[in-house]
Every structure is written in C-alpha cells, then in structure tokens.
C-alpha cells in the first residue's frame, strides 16, 4: 500500500500502477523563448472536429482508456462512502417548484423538479388554476448519454414555448419550439445553435432570433427564423474572433439587443419590435477600454457603462433616436459595482455589490432611491427570469450556503418584501449551521474575504477538516449560493468554505484587474492565504485542506498546489484550464481570441508569455511532494479539452516524489459541464467528498 510523505496526512490508496505516458520531447521556440512539451503528444483534433473514443488515434485512445480503468480501480474503495453521501443528498432533495411570477396574461410558469426524479418538468398555470405541462426534459433526455437544455422562454402571446438543448455534450445546442395549442415540438434550429442568452423569441411572437456558432464553436452570427419554420435568415455575422455575441429583448419588449463584447470592449446593435426584418441599428461603436449594455426604460434608453473611468459602472439615459446622453441616473460610485439592472413601468431595480455582498435598490422616476437590506453575513440574490414590465411586484431569489432558495416579491412602490415560497428539504434544519464572513490578509495587505460553512453545534475554535473552493477569473464572483451536497459533506465532519479571491469582482472592477493578467498570481497568493487563516484561526485542522476549483478554478488550485503543495490534503480539479500557457499559444482555441485580455498574448507579447511560463500549473510541476490530485475532463469539451488534465496528471506522476495518486476521471460522453441530470450532480459531488474524506482520514 502506498502513503504520502511524512510531512503530510498519511491517506492510504490501493497499491495499483498508474499509467505510464511516454515522454517525447516536443522543443517549442516562441518570442525568443524555448520550452519543451513533452506530453503534446495527447493533443488530438479530429478532422471532423468531433471526439469520441473511437475516432482517436489507438497509442492515445489506450492510453485514455487505460486512465479510466486506472480511475476506476484507485477510487474504488471509495464507493461504499460515495454512495452514502450520495444517499443522504437524494434523501435530502425532495424535489421543489421553482415558483415564477405571472406573465401579463395571467400565465404562471413554472419549472419543477418532482420527488425522485432527475430532470426539471416545465408547465404553466392558467388564470383557472388548470395545470398544463409543456416540456418533461426526462422524456427528452430518453436515449441520450448526455443532455442539457436551457434558457427556457415562453412567447410573448403565450402560444409557444422555445428551449435550446445539447444532446452531444459539445455545447452545440439544437433549438426546440412548442406549439402549445397543438402540442406539437418543432426543432426549428437543427444544429450549431449558442444555448446560453443565444437565442429570445421576438416581441411580435413571429420570429425566434438566434446564433450560430462556428467550426471554432465560437459564436458568429445572428439568423432570424420564423416561429412556424421556414429560411433562416442572416441579421448579422461578426468577423473578429475576439468578440463574444448574445441577444435578447430590452424590459419592456420595445427592442432586441445584440450585444457583442470582450473583456475590456462591448457594442449594441438594436432591433426595434415592429421592424424585426430591418436592419439592426448601432448605438455606440466598440472603443477599446469601454464597455456598455443596453436597455429601456419609460420611453428612453439605458446605458450602463464603465466609460469615462466608471470601472464600478454608472447608469446614463440615452435618446432613442439619436443615442445621445440626456442625463445620468447613478453616479459612478468606487465599491458599489453595478452588477445588474431590469427596469419596470414603476421602478428601476438594480443589484449592486457593496463590501462584497449584494445591495437591492429601487430607483424612481423623480430620482428618488429606496435601498432593500439583507442582513445575513454572506448571501446571493437574483432577479426571477420573465417578468412583466407592468408588474407591481417583483420576483426575486434569495439563498445563502445555510438556506436554500426562498422567493420574495418586493413591493415595487414601498420597497416591502413577502415570502411568497421556499425550498423544502427533507430532514434539513439551517439552524444546524453556521455561517459566516471572515478576511484573510494577503502578502500585499489586500483584504480577502471567505464565506464559511460549518457545523452549528462545533465551536468556531475547533479544528476540523476543511474543503477550500474558489474561482478568481473573468470578474465572474464566487457567489455564496445554496449548495446540498456542501451541507451533506459539513453534516460529516467538514467545514466548507469559499475564498473569495482577486481575479472575480467581489470587491469592485478593481478586484478582477488585480487578478489577472501580469497580477493573476495574486489569485494564488491569495487563495494559500486564506487556507492559512483558517488554519491560524482554529478552523482547519492542519494537514487536512482539501483544495476544489473548476475550470479556470482549476488553474487557482493547482497553481496554488505549485507554490505550497504540502499544504494540501488533497486537491480537487474539475476539468481544469491547467495548460496555460500552450492553450493561450494556440489562436485556433474557440476561446483565445476572446480571453486575451484577460491572461495576456504569449504569441505577441514576451512579458505575456514570461507571466504565463510562470504560473502556468502544467509548466510549473517540480520535484515536490504532491498530494493525492483528482482531475476530471469531458472528452468533447472544446473550452478545457481534455489533454489538459490529462499531461498535468502525467507530469505530476512523473515529477511528485510522494506515491499519492494522480487520477484522470474521464468523461467520454460530456464536454465543460456534465449532464443536467440530478442523479448525476450529486453522484461525482459525492466521490469529491469521499475523496476529499480519504485524504484527510488518516492524517
């Protein structure tokens, strides 16, 4: 049986042989610079563009296969474990109604997810109270190794009901109508169709607007189809890979928006219902350092903007006709970044984050502003989706990692809340948990907040085994949801927490520049920094530190691992952007066009390409004694392909003087996110959290 080192827990794993990659030195010479990749070997894009085992070349398809049964074996004795937790998690999910407000015709739509089933079923409620379903995702699902379905839209004059849905797994989505007065499901758009805000039906009802992705699966153009079928027809088609699209209506239907942004530029194109077959209009042509979205209100347009320094965003009207500016309604504010904004007849609702957390503030048509307080230490809230623009109330979702989704209406003329509907759970009691918001300080002073999770009935100042998540890129905010499978790995032993590091924007526009880029290091610095607060704080037992990140989560915890890989019990690494450094090399990726504002040019720039061979996780593998890493990867996800993992795996393997193991799961079936199946969620939760409980048990 092989242990690790004596300088970290001592978790016993079966005494098995892991596949052994064969080392081929691959010399690279870039900018004046030369590295040498020996595992680009695994790196293989079918002329078809499409991946399936069989379709690679045999010496990688063995290897892989070899990687799964390798998988397969070491976590073995991990399953009576996972299959408890994963017990407890379908105990405790009894099911629940995602209650929506109605629409203006007295349609309520609902999503439910009933007892003991494992995909949502969508109806409406008529104003009768008649029950009509419209889309069962079970019964779609049916035959399929994967799917997923989203952005679930009825139409304006409640006669249809569009989805879009992947049933490969490579995020090409087909997009899907019903007639609900016949009953009848038309798949409108076949294939090659963006699912996320990548498709609205018109304001007339007529027309489903929609993008098409490319062979880069990159999103392109923009087709108008009509609702009953028939010719697509091309709107707009975007030429600079660097640009990301989405559409969909403005708040009170007067227009569809295209928006076509990059991390540090955006552009609105505008489409004014009445005129679907005109041209888009162009409110503000892209300026590099800018950035802009569109909406309505009351007759006038909206422009919310960070130009002009406003990194944290200020809120200006602007003429419908002309674009000019007429006036500015917020101010731009240091620390009260405007996330969102969704205008109503009455008043204008907007989601701020002030000292990391959430605001809600209604803003009136003489200026007036009534701010709607939560009092809890770390929380989320979101507006709910399809809302009217004439509504009274306003539906919102409010949850914090100790309390599952409740829906509050806020009263739109006084600012007053209501309960109006909250996820039940069987067994489950918040009470059996506390929470809370601590800071921990950086190298630089910075201050980093961490959202905890942990057994009410253990004292603060009690060791326990601790599971350490964080994200950190893009400004995308790890935001301090709900999460069951959290509470069934708390509810054994574990606290569960969330370091809240530069590179998102918890902290301000300024909290995502400070991490990334030349600064993305911080990212890391910051994330040991917070194990080791809790560490000093009494919170984490030392030696047993579980580290979890995904995606560009990954890059976080595995660059965290280089820098202090004794640190960690274990590290958990979900199909993690690890091969920094040659992906952002590689200008055919879907994504690096896109994102090199974010990470830097290592193809352009020598600065880039030194910061990024410096805490690229793949490159930066040394003689060290790592600890047991568990990596996934989909065999089709073009975002994170899977050689990515798979060479840190190997050169972990190849590099660690511990004999912990280094596991590729591999999904043959999947792409960036797994099969929108409940069963499935919480089945790989569960082997995270036994893992994470055989890393740190015999410490």
Sequence with gaps: MHSASSSGPIAVWPDIVPPVAPREDLKIEQLGRQRIDSYAWMKYIPPSGSRTLDLLPERLRKHLEAEMKYAQNILHP?????????????????????????????????????????HRVFSRMGPDGAVQELLDEAKRADGHAYYRATDHQASLDDRHFAWAEDVSGDDRHRICILDIDTGVISTVVQAD??????FTLCPSSRYLFWIWRDAFNRPTRLYRTPVDGGQEVLVYEELDPAIFMQVSRTAADGFIALTLAGPDVSEVYLIAAGAETAAPRLVRPRQRGTRYEINEWNGALLMLTDSDGAPDRKLLEIDPETFEVCREWVQHRVGAFIIAIQPFGDALMRIERVNSLHRLVLLYNDGREVVVDFDEPAYTIKLAPSQSYDARQVRIVHQTPSSPPRWMDIDLSSGERSLVGQTHLSGFDPGAYRLERLYAQA???????????????????TPLPLLLTGYGAYGISSEPRFSLPATVLVDNGF????????????????????????????????????????????????GKIVAHGISAGGLLVCGAMNIEPQRWAGVIAQVPFVDMLNTMSDADHPLVPLLRPDWGDPLSDPKAYDHIADISPYENINQAAYPPVLCTAGLKDDRVPYWEPAKLVANIRHQSTSHDPAVLLLNPDSGHQESDDQNAEFAQAALFWAFARHCVSHA
């Design 78 to 118: 991990l399953a009576a474990d996972a299959e408890s937790l994963h017990e407890c998690m379908t105990h405790r999910a009894s099911g629940f109604t995602d209650p929506l407000p109605v629409s203006s015709r007295g349609w309520r739509y609902d999503s439910a997810l009933p007892a003991g089933h494992a």
């Design 443 to 461: 190298s630089d002073g910075a201050s980093i907040p961490i959202t905890v999770l942990s057994p009410a009935s253990t004292p603060p100042d």
């Design 495 to 542: 606290r569960y927490a969330i370091a809240h590091v530069r590179g998102g924007s918890e902290r301000g526009w300024h909290w995502y520049q400070d991490g990334c880029r030349e600064k993305k290091r911080n990212s890391m610095t910051d994330f040991l920094a917070c194990a080791r607060h809790l560490q000093d704080m009494g919170y984490a037992a030392p």
């Design 193 to 198: 169709a963006f699912g996320y805000g990548g």
